[in-house]
């Protein structure tokens, strides 16, 4: 079983409950809603028919949703696509209020900011134009090379600085109805600075959402304050797309590696995205630079891979899962160490380290799993960060906490109701692991757990069993 958790995003290709479970089997543990697209009525009922199939299936799976934020978006007249030609000139405005307008940015402060010269792109840098004139509350500009540009694409100004809030009020009313369906995650585009994140998170606590924020790295500005948002944030999301467009490409790479590292210091979980698999968007097979690229992920050490188009309107959406599943699974068995030792900053890092140095440096023991008792999942965040070779189950209480662990790099969760009192023999829990196949007689594992069942407080002790 891979170790890394895949994250593919619904959309038309993928909606139906035939399709959501057999994405499920095939290697999904994280659905993520792209709320920029369709209705909220269309999320609120998919998202409750993943939640469902779940269920059915005993199968803990993650439900992300992905505000807009800052992000910018165009539209095209009448949503058709616009067809342009190198060094033809387009005019944008504000709004359709004139027959020539091909292409409209529905912010007023955009069009003011944008001066003769500038460059900016369309579609994750695809198409690039340079502001000719500004005329008439018009903008003119000329396209870098010829194009097909869709509605709704998103749309980047390097080096600009566009002072849009980090919620639209279309974000609010995304919360509204989170607020009312059970969701694990909440991602931010274009997160730039910790008060982004606490913003969102003050919106969060109005509405009494208990979801995991996951800030996107998406702009220069993000790279600047990366050490602030990675301490305000749950999770990161390294989103290459429009990232590879705010700075130069070549620096891509580097950053996906000084992140996820930054990351696992900080005990967070790092998720890679875009363009991972995207031929498979038109052909049953990946490029060999896309598997490599999965696979340099895997070396990278991220918790998890996401798919955008790939699942959402792709020809092959369970196909591309099950392909990307075997280059997880194959390339972390074969991979070097992901070890990683970063300095404990408390009780429970410096266990699971404890735990670490049994698994890794005393392998003629044979422990072949890693069993963590957690209510809030701390203690089993803290050990996957370190990237143990054998599996790691957590044992839990809280549902919220199971789900979390989807997005967990080699965890596997287990939601089960707690006895009371103190923690004396996990007996009748081992049992049940048996029973769903967790664990197998004969094997030896490592448990981590605290001195109480239901108290929520420091998992400090380290145990090790052999199941009968």
Known sequence: MKKTKIIATIGPVSESPKDITALIKAGVNVFRFNMKHSTVEWHN????????????????????????????????????????????????????????????????????????????????????????????????????????IKNRKGVNFPGKKTGLPSLI???????????????????????????????????????????QIVAKIENKEALDNIEEIIESADAIMIARGDLGVEIPIEQIAYWQKSIISKCREKRKPVIVATQMLMSMIDNPSPSRAEATDVANAVFNGTDAVMLSEETAAGKYPIKTIETMSRILDFNEKECPSLRLAPKPNSFVELISEAGMEIIENHKDFNITKALVFTSTGYSVRALSSLRPSIPVIAITNNKKTAEFSALLYGVTSFFVKFPTGAFRSPLPILNELKKQGLVKVGENVLIIHGGNWKRIEINNSLAIAKIN
């Open 45 to 148: 009922e998919k998202i409750k028919i993943v939640q469902e199939i779940s269920d059915s299936l005993e199968i803990p799976v993650g439900i992300m949703i992905d505000l807009q934020g800052p992000e910018v978006r165009i539209f095209t007249k009448n949503k058709e696509a616009v067809i342009f030609k190198k060094n033809e000139s387009l005019i944008f405005g504000k709004s359709f209020s004139s027959p020539e307008i091909k292409i409209v940015i529905p912010h007023s402060n955009i069009l003011k900011m944008l001066k003769p010269k500038d460059l900016f792109s369309i579609d994750n840098g695809f198409f690039e134009f340079e502001v000719i004139e500004k005329k008439n509350g018009f903008l003119y500009a000329r396209a870098l090379g010829d194009g097909i």
């Open 169 to 211: 009020n279309d974000d609010l009313k995304k919360l509204d109805m989170a607020a009312r369906v059970k969701i694990d995650f909440i991602a931010l585009s274009f997160c730039r600075t910790k008060e982004d994140v606490e913003f969102l998170r003050k919106e969060m606590k109005k509405r009494k959402i208990t979801a």
